[in-house]
């Protein structure tokens, strides 16, 4: 938290002042990521003033279906999670992890690092700034470092928003992780939807950010508008009406024989999306491709998915054969697993794996179904 | 860090290994594709001695080869003896494209009538000998690698060809377009936008073109390892694709290939069938 008393913890702002933050971050000489609406989504780009921002969008999201919507207001924050989260900066999805050429009988061999690069994340949402806390989590382990993410993690400036409108898929509630952030952030917003001109409440969460706030025209918070900003976020939080207990998940995997996981097989294209999508799924496969003359060798690390085959291909051959055994290994892993290898759940509530799963598959309809099922057979 | 290389890094000219390019029933985009790699081509050509390969030249060298790429499916009695000839000629066969490894788009006589077919679209029926059915050139003989497309991609050519030269698996992943879609950052057409895309049943390959244009993927690159396309079509039937649609989308470039043939309620005429496919050797 800021300790200094010239700089305030929190600010008052409208329109111009949200462009003058990204301005200024630009000014920092920081590549500013923001929401942005491209081929009828809102997705994650890079924003050069608040312009480039969904002013006036929403989305409807449910099992399977997107649609993009108008709100008719200028709202900025009235929409949810983007299609993307932020997993494509911080762990993209091809990385050169080495390099080898050969001259004459000389093999010469580097370990490229990407530069680090200073960077704004624009409009994080609470959940995915809990997804950006549980990558850390699991890719800055000191014993086990990525050093590609260390270098991106490095110094990323994050804007977190806090959400008004959440889809109906939503259901960072019952995770605790939304749908206002409380840290991880250098500013959060909270946009005091209804105010009159439409105002927004930034808070500074560290001391660069508070540096940042002294910049913005604005005037101080006051107790109203704290209230507002409370009012918001209740509302956010009682338009939430998925949940998943957190006492289901592990009934679910006492069950792993039940019929329920053959029923969801039958729905599951095996396709990958909702692991592609999840921005806490960090797994990857990493490929060798050589020069046709064989003097040249890349090895490169690509996002990978639970649901291919390859993914657990021994010798012998792959182990999780059937789809069934695949979606059921992606649900415990991150529901229950996941627990005890990294002391958190792996889900932070998005809603991404549901809305894009082409066929609609739903985890928080399917592990009450199989928790049930759980306390059934052995009471 | 640098090492010393234990082999000797310079090929001699007449150890390189020896290519030939042979086509069946096809039209010949496969082939072109090598042609396509312009920057390529040298690079390849310094290592294989292309010895057989008449869309690029007439010379050609008697086998056998080392190396055979073998487009195209087998429709005339004339053909199916040919590829047992071919076979015997190739200590490797590479089979690519969708012809090769499906039957290809003349696949779709293998559901109908032939003799219908010909009726309609030749003056002189007669003029014409052809098989019942095209099929794909694992069900006549044995394959060491399937590589997939409609047209084949020119990476992934280059990447088998790349894998051979050195002896390594190639990088050909047998899982869905949609992983590939997702690396891209694309939004799933058909979550956002209703669009039928059959993707998540289709191998990756193509680095998801059409989607990347914001259009449904064809299905050219074949099922992908563990397709699910019953569940697929019934998700396209419900967004709004009339049923006569989702069995053209199926039934095209890989109409033959087992998953997408019974994608669809269509009469199998098994009896047709000369042979049992063979796995998919990725
Ligand atoms: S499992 Fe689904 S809801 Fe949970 S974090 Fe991943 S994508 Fe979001
Ligand atoms: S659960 Fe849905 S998104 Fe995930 S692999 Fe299955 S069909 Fe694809
Ligand atoms: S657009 Fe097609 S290929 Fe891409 S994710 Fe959607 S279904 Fe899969």
Redesign the interface.
Known sequence: MGGSTLTPATLIVERDGLDALIGELRAQHRTVLGPLV????I?HGEVTGIDDLPIGWTEQQSG?????QPTGTDEIFAFSTP??SWK?YVHP??ALMLRAR?E???????TPRPEPEPVAFFGVRSCDLAALGILDRVLLDPEATDPNYAVRRSDIFIVAAGCSTPAATCFCASMQTGPSPTSGFDLSIAELKGSEPLSYLIAAGTERGAEVLGLLPGRSATAADHEHATAVHDQAVAAMHRTLDAADPPRAAAAPEHPQWNDIA????????CT??CPTCFCSSV?????????HTDRTR????C????FTHMHGGPTR?S?ASRYRHWLLHKLVTWQDQFDSSGCVGCGRCI??C??GIDLTAEIPKLARAATEVAP | ?????PRN?TVPPSSRPSLAVWKFASCDGCQLTLLDCED?LL??A??LDVAFFLEASSASVAGPYDVSLVEGSITTEEDRARIQEVRAQSKTLITIGACATAGGIQALRNTSDVSEFLRIVYATPSYISTLETSTPIADHVSVDFELRGCPIDRQQL??V???Y??G?TP?T????V??EC???????V?????TP?L???TQAGCGALCPSY?RGCYGCFGP?????PH??GA?LLEAGLPPDELQRLFHTYNAWAEPFRGAVQVPTPTHRRPATQQENTR
């Open positions: 491209r081929d009828g989504v997705t399977g279906t997107y649609r993009l299609s993307e494509r999805p091809r050969r004459g009988p000389a093999i010469t061999v580097e039958e729905r599951c294209l095996a396709c990958g999306n592609m999508v490929e060798d491709t050589t020069s046709l003359d064989g003097n690509v996002w990978d998915s649901f291919g085959l390859d054969t789809i809305t894009w082409p066929v | 860090m640098t090492v010393t290389d890094p390529e690079a390849v310094d290592q280059l990447e060809i790349g894998a030269l050195v390594r990088n992943p047998g899982h869905s949609c992983v997702k690396q891209q950052g694309n939004p799933c058909l979550v956002a936008h209703g895309c993707g998540p049943a914001l992908a390892e563990t397709p699910n569940s697929l998700t």
